[in-house]
């Protein structure tokens, strides 16, 4: 079945970056677009972004572009999303989701357990 | 603030039916684009609920239900039942924004 694997909770200082990973399986990972949504403590969802693996370039929202990268390497079928010049309000949990490549736009149907990173000094 | 509004809370007792709005503009809901539904559980992974407003995937009780007119949709949930307690979020693309863009998020509770 379709699994996303996020990398363990990070704890970061300030002004850093985090990279979190998302590998994927039980689906033809360059066939579906991956995107990044991130959830801050008691808050609701929004997109940080998304990557169509072995296809295009990423695609950002404008509130966060240039401080987020977001990658996909086919051979380990793992996407990653870098997000840079941390501040405690970046502090969330940042879930990877697939794309169910139907309508417009997309849906999310499968999620990643989710990686929480905690920015604080 | 959300791009597209959602009552913050919603309630209603076990068997009744409640409705969670979703509104939009012009440049979203209104463009034509498609909405979608995800539950979220308290302390779990958001669950995609109804997907081009109206369609639920497999596995999804019938008493969730889906629609959309003009620049607004609507999540209804007939015969409440206490494990429908938890948060939805409504989504859809902004065209003006280039973005994918969420609801700020419902909280149903069942009495």
């Known amino acids: 079945q379709v699994q996303l694997v996020q990398s363990g909770a990070e704890v970061k200082k300030p002004g850093s970056s985090v990279k979190v990973s998302c590998k994927a399986s039980?689906?033809?990972?360059?066939?579906?677009?991956i995107s990044w949504v991130r959830q801050a403590p008691g808050q609701g969802l929004e997109w940080m972004g998304g990557?169509?693996?072995?296809?295009?370039?990423?695609k950002y929202p404008q509130n966060v572009q240039g401080r987020v990268t977001i990658t996909a390497d086919e051979s380990t079928r793992t996407a990653y999303m870098e997000l840079s010049s941390l501040t405690s309000e970046d502090t969330a949990v940042y879930y990877c989701?697939?794309?169910?490549?139907?309508?417009?736009?997309?849906?999310?149907?499968?999620w990643g357990q989710g990686t929480l990173v905690t920015v604080s000094s | 603030q959300s791009v597209l509004t959602q009552p913050p809370s919603v309630a209603g007792a076990p068997g009744q039916r409640v409705t969670i709005s979703c509104t939009g503009t012009?440049?979203?809901?209104?463009?034509?684009?498609?909405v979608h539904w995800y539950q979220q559980l308290p302390g779990t992974v958001p669950k995609l609920l109804i997907y081009?407003?109206?369609n639920r995937p497999s596995g999804v009780p019938d008493r969730f239900s889906g629609s959309k007119s003009g620049t607004s949709a609507s999540l209804a949930i007939t015969g409440l039942q206490a494990e429908d307690e938890a948060d939805y979020y409504c989504?859809?693309?902004?065209?003006?924004?280039?973005?994918?863009?969420f609801g700020g998020g419902t909280k149903v509770t069942v009495l």
């Open positions: 989701a697939r794309e169910l490549p139907t309508g417009s736009p997309f849906p999310f149907d499968f």
């Open positions: 039980g689906i033809t990972y360059t066939y579906y677009a």
């Open positions: 990557i169509m693996p072995g296809f295009g370039t990423p």
């Open positions: 012009s440049t979203n809901i209104g463009a034509d684009y498609d």
């Open positions: 081009g407003n109206s």
């Open positions: 989504q859809s693309y902004d065209s003006s924004l280039s973005m994918y863009v």
